[in-house]
């Protein structure tokens, strides 16, 4: 094979050059870890993108179980082991973003609506690609959206990971209230 077709191709495929050997195969050892990683949450992608909600389980590495004990239940005999895992809980949420620009007078601002409508009969995204104040309609949506994403109050992502928690080991035996 022509070496340098190959490394034209591998270019390609990898998005950067490669210079030898040892390169490749430490890219190609991360690959693999993150291939790993993705393997164990991609069900869970799948069944949020379909459901609204998917889970990753653990794999035996990551739970930590508690050695046997002895329990007794009246006169009976039994043995209690108790695990705990982390695992990853995927929801699909729809958040909602504007963008409202006042421009001036009613001429003005229905022209930049038709300008921005255009296309989109036939592709509903055609609007991502307009430019509007010198950025891309895109990157306006985009960072509306993870805006909004990234301001959620820490105390409300650990009250959210509780929450998931409860729900998760006593949702099945106990009713569960969510007040906001």
Same mark, same amino acid.
């Given at each position: 094979m022509n070496?340098? #077709?190959y490394e034209q /191709? #591998?270019?390609e495929v990898m998005g950067f050059d490669i210079e030898d050997? !040892? !390169?490749l195969l430490k890219v190609m050892q991360e690959y693999a870890g993150l291939k790993k990683n993705? =393997? =164990?949450i991609a069900n869970a992608i799948e069944m949020a993108k379909t459901t609204g909600y998917g889970f990753a389980s653990p794999v035996l590495e990551e739970i930590k179980i508690e050695k046997p004990v002895l329990v007794k239940q009246g006169n009976r005999y039994g043995v209690k082991v108790a695990a705990s895992a982390p695992t990853l809980h995927i929801i699909k949420v729809d958040v909602d973003t504007k963008f409202e620009p006042i421009i001036g007078i009613k001429e003005q601002s229905e022209a930049l609506a038709d300008y921005l409508a255009e296309g989109m009969d036939a592709d509903p995204h055609a609007i991502f690609t307009k430019e509007m104040f010198g950025q891309n309609?895109? /990157?306006v949506i985009t960072s509306g959206i993870n805006s909004k994403l990234t301001g959620l109050p820490d105390n !409300?992502? /650990?009250k959210l990971q509780n929450l998931m928690k409860t729900i998760a080991n006593k949702g099945k035996t106990n009713l569960i209230a969510i007040v906001f």
């Open positions: 070496d340098e #077709l /191709v #591998l270019k050997p !040892t !390169t993705y =393997n =164990n309609m895109g /990157v !409300t992502r /650990v």
